[in-house]
């Protein structure tokens, strides 16, 4: 059974810019989270997404978007970057109960310059 | 006070020694706890889910769960070299939201 697929797995943007990062979930899983991780923050919660619909966002700015496809897969995106945005953006899919395990995929890292 | 409170470490023990790590929360709502281990410059890889008070064992992994002291904690017998990670403790607060303490670094050294 494939894993959670993140793409790209590298990238590098200049301040302004604005990014789009994907991911596709364990087949049959049906909601995607995404979190940011940096070493002064952590892991932190970006939004959740269950059949194309945001169940659940976190205390990050409007910059920070996402979106849900009928097949599951995901997308967010960032626009007008900023060098504090630089950091490892994970995905993570789970089947579509409230308290199921959660897997993650290898993540993006995104530098901003 | 943080949501999810670990002790950031290191805790350096003897390969085949128990390694013990703790977790406290602050939702008393939260209905479930899982555990995840990190390799420096990897992704978080889930070791252990516990949704009930009380003790689960998977392998040398065994995690505890007391609600009523909103304390989550992990057990690795035998340690390893290869355990040595950082260990996060999540709590999930609700639609998947998961709250990450801040991770507690392992050495298990030979």
């Known amino acids: 059974k494939a894993g959670v697929t993140q793409t790209p797995r590298y990238l590098i943007k200049t301040r302004g810019q604005q990014v789009t990062l994907s991911c596709s979930p364990i087949?049959?899983?049906?909601?995607v989270s995404w979190y940011q991780q940096t070493p002064g923050q952590g892991l932190q919660f970006l939004f959740e997404?269950?059949?194309?619909?945001?169940?659940n966002k976190g205390n990050f700015p409007g910059r920070f978007s996402g979106r849900q496809f009928s097949n599951s897969r995901s997308e967010m995106n960032v626009s007008t970057l900023e060098l504090g945005d630089s950091a490892l953006y994970l995905c993570?899919?789970?089947?579509?109960?409230?308290?199921?395990?959660?897997?993650f995929g290898q993540g993006t890292r995104l530098t901003v310059v | 006070q943080k949501e999810v409170e670990q002790n950031s470490g290191p805790l350096s023990v003897p390969e085949g020694a128990i390694a013990s790590l703790n977790c406290t929360y602050s939702d008393r709502v939260s209905q479930s706890f899982f555990w995840y281990r990190q390799y420096s410059g990897k992704s978080p890889e889930l070791i252990m889910s516990?949704?009930?008070?009380g003790d689960k064992e998977d392998g040398r992994f065994t995690a505890q769960l007391n609600k009523a002291s909103q304390y989550v904690s992990l057990l690795i017998r035998d340690s390893q070299p290869s355990d040595s990670a950082t260990y996060l403790c999540a709590v999930n607060t609700g639609f998947q939201k998961l709250v990450f303490g801040t991770g507690t670094r392992l050495l298990v050294s030979p």
């Open positions: 997404y269950f059949s194309e619909t945001q169940r």
């Open positions: 993570a899919s789970s089947l579509a109960d409230m308290n199921t395990e959660a897997f």
């Open positions: 087949s049959g899983h049906r909601s």
């Open positions: 516990i949704y009930s008070n």
